[in-house]
């Protein structure tokens, strides 16, 4: 190469060096004013250029001098990539942030690049890819708590609890005293169904000052199963205070180890409030019925759109347009003269009570009057 020639690349390196370094500080800039919008343009920018420029370097420090070869799997600066994955991770573009960081190198992540590889997986809802991270994470960083904890719940709900409990005992070995970890430990003894370990875990964390709900719910619930029904009582009884009283498992067991301590008329009381927490929403299920009455007997599925309108009638009792589809259905879809003598009837019963009448109702209650008539009249 002539020497003209290799001033020449170097001089476009040296440039594109200085172009990724002004697009990376306007992106931190952007970043310290929380702007992720702007700083996303910057960074997206930066590593666009430098992968078509085959800039390549894993070292751990942000200076961009000591730049490298092209080398095919490691194309863009690792500050610059790191940059771009901690963008969309406050973004909550987690695939993104995945897809960035899965295939680098682990001695080139960060603690905190790290941490948002493995989190990114558990908000998507993929949690064998998160167990495997965090567990990748954990073999350069131990003792991170939040990812421990994180790690035993994963393991029991992942039905493994005896890995989770493995992973939390590991981690208490050399401290005891972390409550996120002693929380998810707890749990993973309950899943495990081992109450008693699971209930000194819980006591543990109630000294500790934990009176979250589940921490009380869960207490409680371990001291029923191991027949330690007043502390079970006591700290149902505080789970439901801290729930508002709107809780209704926690009603219902409360009422149920009520009646096991002989305090009937209290267990009676909450049984009845878990009975009417338990109920469903009103309103939505008014829609819901109607709409699937609606769905069934568009698609000619008529038996089951009467049974969704009868449903519906649970809810909203006093709806004179229910009445009468059902009867229609029946009389002239179903071929059941009994049901439709009976839902004309009590269509009537109903319409006749309306002080205003459209003349849509005129005509539905003079319809109805004939078929009653006619049916009446069948039956002599």
């Known amino acids: 190469m002539s020497i003209l020639a290799l001033l020449t690349a170097t001089t476009a390196r040296g440039e594109v060096l200085d172009s990724l370094q002004i697009l990376t500080y306007r992106g931190d800039s952007c970043m310290q004013q929380y702007n992720t919008f702007e700083a996303l343009k910057h960074y997206q920018r930066a590593f666009d250029i430098s992968s078509k420029q085959g800039i390549v370097r894993f070292s751990m420090d942000d200076d961009f001098s000591h730049s490298r070869p092209y080398v095919p799997e490691d194309v863009v600066p690792r500050v610059i990539r790191l940059k771009l994955a901690d963008c969309h991770y406050k973004r909550a573009n987690y695939r993104q942030c995945a ?5 680098m190198p682990e001695d080139s992540l960060s603690h905190e690049a790290f941490r948002q590889l493995a989190f990114s997986y558990q908000k998507q809802g993929d949690t064998d890819s998160y167990i495997y991270w965090a567990n990748q994470l954990l073999g350069h960083f131990p003792m991170d708590g939040e990812i421990v904890a994180g790690l035993t719940l994963a393991y029991a709900q992942n039905e493994q609890p005896q890995k989770g409990i493995v992973c939390g005992l590991k981690y208490c070995l050399r401290d005891s005293t972390n409550i ?7 749990d993973a003894w309950f899943l495990n169904r081992d109450f008693s370990a699971a209930s000194k875990l819980y006591e543990k964390l109630l000294a500790q000052g934990d009176s979250t709900f589940n921490t009380l719910y869960s207490a409680g619930m371990c001291f029923s199963r ?18 508002g009283m709107q809780h209704y498992g926690a ?6 180890v009520s009646i096991d301590t002989k305090r009937y008329d209290e267990g009676l009381g909450y049984l009845h409030l878990a009975t009417q927490l338990m109920q469903p929403d009103t309103i939505a299920m008014k829609a819901i019925t109607l709409s699937q ?17 009868k449903q519906h009638l649970t809810y909203n009792p006093a709806s004179i347009a229910t009445y009468y589809n059902i009867a229609n259905a029946q009389a002239y879809l179903i071929k059941d003269d009994k049901q439709a003598y009976e839902f004309y009837r009590k269509f009537l019963e109903l319409a006749c009570q309306e002080e205003k009448s459209t003349q849509q109702l005129t005509d539905m209650i003079r319809q109805a009057e004939r078929m009653v008539a006619y049916y009446e009249k069948k039956k002599k």
Do not use: H, M, P
């Open 226 to 243: 191991i027949d330690s029904l007043e502390l079970a009582y006591k700290y149902l009884q505080l789970a439901f205070l801290v729930s």
């Open 293 to 309: 009455g609606e769905g069934y007997y568009l698609t000619e599925r008529y038996e089951e759109a009467v049974s969704a309108w």
């Open 251 to 256: 009603a219902w067991r409360l009422g149920v």
């Open 180 to 186: 996120l970890v002693n929380r998810a430990l707890a």
């Open 99 to 103: 897809e960035l960081l899965k295939n």
